[in-house]
């Protein structure tokens, strides 16, 4: 068997999401949302799938998509992409991930990142032959240790992959530590692969700056998005990646072999998604809030230690003042079987069990009002 993989079990999205459905829970674990995204949006996929070739898209991805990426570049972040070299559209953001990580690191390459983390990012990294270097962040506060990342870099460091709005962690980098990891990629010549999936659920008129915008970071950085979280579409698996040709190139190369392309119809749809007036992002962004803040507060009158959510559809909270005895593991077992809800263990993000934060399950709350009420609801039923 594979040394590496063997080394992993059944990822704990898949894991939660079976147990929720045997035992009839709600399931506030694997994040997505149950509504069924923007009904143009899907509108347009079903006439795409009726009007068009629903053959082989080229290898980069269709056009209008990629035109429609590089518009959004400019629109949100005043970034100037050239679609034909600079954009590529994936299978969703893991495969942009992989693509990313297989296309860029060589065996033996470092690779800095943040910890605690998703799931998919160190078997990659691994695989690829990268060796990790993880700096942790620590709740409530999530505040980048200044000193630790810049020790964590050396003249051995390919990358950092960052990942802001920041699973689970719901930390949204501020510019200011944006500033100070740039001037580290670009002291130690590495690059950046940022995993933005999460650029426009950022709440508390905070602004979500890519790396990439920041001084002398455009050809260093890596850029990914996903249509299933600024769609609401986490099913459709469309991803989409900017960065300079000198970067996008190896990393298409990968791209052509793991996959080729990705459904041509949902493709043109998120295209039409991407050209939405401002309404509908300002939208998204503001019905999570109001989610958020729904929520944190019944889990907080319940008696939960709630962590601050200042993105992501993602909020963190402590069970100790509950009186529960047991790890996170066991608690989120414990409120599936006994209450009904599904949360996410947060020691599922960390690299070594024995030292993880283990005090925390992290709930999803981009579900219908009606839904979170019901699991606060038996939740505190259960407390
Ligand atoms: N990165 C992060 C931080 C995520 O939370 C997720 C998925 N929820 C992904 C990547 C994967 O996105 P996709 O479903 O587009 O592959
Ligand atoms: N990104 C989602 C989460 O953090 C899960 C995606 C998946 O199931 N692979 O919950």
Sequence with gaps: ANAILSGYGTTVFEVMSRLAMEKGAINLGQGFPDDNGPSEVVAAAQAALADRPNQYPPMMGVPELRQAVAAHNKRFYNLDVDWQTETMVTSGATEALASCLFGLIEPGDEVVLIEPLYDCYLP?????????????????????????????????????????????????????????????????????????????????????????????????????GSAGKTFSLTGWKVGYVTACPALLQPISKCHQFLVFTTAPNLQRAVAFGLTQDDSYFTGLAASMQAKRDRFSEGLRRIGFAVQPCQGTYFVNAGFAPLGFAGDDAEFCRHIIEEAGVAAIPVSAFYQDQESAVRTTARFCFSKQDAVLDEALDRLARHF
Excluded at 143 to 151: D, M, S, T
Excluded at 200 to 212: A, C, E, K, N, S
């Design 124 to 224: 990659i990294i691994r695989r690829a032959g990268g060796i990790p270097k993880l700096v942790r962040v620590e709740p409530p506060r999530w505040e980048l240790p200044y000193e630790a990342l810049a020790a964590a870099f050396s003249d051995k460091t390919k990358l950092i992959l960052l990942n802001s709005p920041m699973n689970p962690a719901a930390k949204v980098f501020s510019r200011e530590e944006l500033g100070f990891i740039a001037d580290l990629v670009k002291k130690h010549d590495a690059y950046a692969v940022c995993d933005e999936v999460y650029e426009h659920i950022v709440f508390d008129g905070l602004t979500h700056h890519p790396l990439m915008t920041l001084p002398g970071m455009r050809e260093r950085c890596v850029r990914i």
